[in-house]
Nanobody, 118 residues
Framework: QVRLVESGGGLVQAGGSLRLSCAASGSIFSVNAMGWYRQAPGKQRELVASITRGDSAAYVDYGDSVKGRFAISRDNIKNTVYLQMNSLKPEDTAVYYC?????????WGQGTQVTVSS
C-alpha cells in the first residue's frame, strides 16, 4: 500500500518559518503530482500549493493567500514534497494535509497541525 508520512508542523511565532515534508512510500510506479492543502476550523479545505511534473519541467500552483510567502518543491527520486513557509501569519493556522496522485489514484496524509501565534 501507499503511505504519505508528514513532518515539520508545530508552533511558531508570527513572522517565523517552518518547513513541511511529506514522503510517499509503498508500491509506487508513478507520481503524477504532489501538493499541500490546509483546513482551519469552520473553513473549507483549500489548496496551498501543488507541483506537477510535465514533459520536461515541473509546474507549480499556489493559493492566493500564500503567494510570495510559501514555496513548494519536490524530490522525484525520494518521492518527497516540501513546503517552505516564510513570514507566517496567525491566519495560516490550520491542519495541513499532504496530497499525492500516485499510480493514478489520490492519497492523503494524516494531517499536521501548524499554529502561528501573534
Amino acid at each position: 500500500q501507499v503511505r504519505l508520512v508528514e513532518s515539520g508542523g508545530g508552533l511558531v511565532q508570527a513572522g517565523g518559518s517552518l518547513r513541511l515534508s511529506c514522503a510517499a512510500s509503498g508500491s509506487i510506479f508513478s507520481v503524477n503530482a504532489m501538493g499541500w492543502y490546509r483546513q482551519a476550523p469552520g473553513k473549507q479545505r483549500e489548496l496551498v500549493a501543488s507541483i506537477t511534473r510535465g514533459d520536461s519541467a515541473a509546474y507549480v500552483d499556489y493559493g492566493d493567500s500564500v503567494k510570495g510567502r510559501f514555496a513548494i518543491s519536490r524530490d522525484n527520486i525520494k518521492n518527497t514534497v516540501y513546503l517552505q513557509m516564510n513570514s507566517l501569519k496567525p491566519e495560516d493556522t490550520a491542519v495541513y494535509y499532504c496530497n499525492a496522485r500516485i499510480n493514478l489514484h489520490d492519497y492523503w496524509g494524516q494531517g499536521t497541525q501548524v499554529t502561528v501565534s501573534s
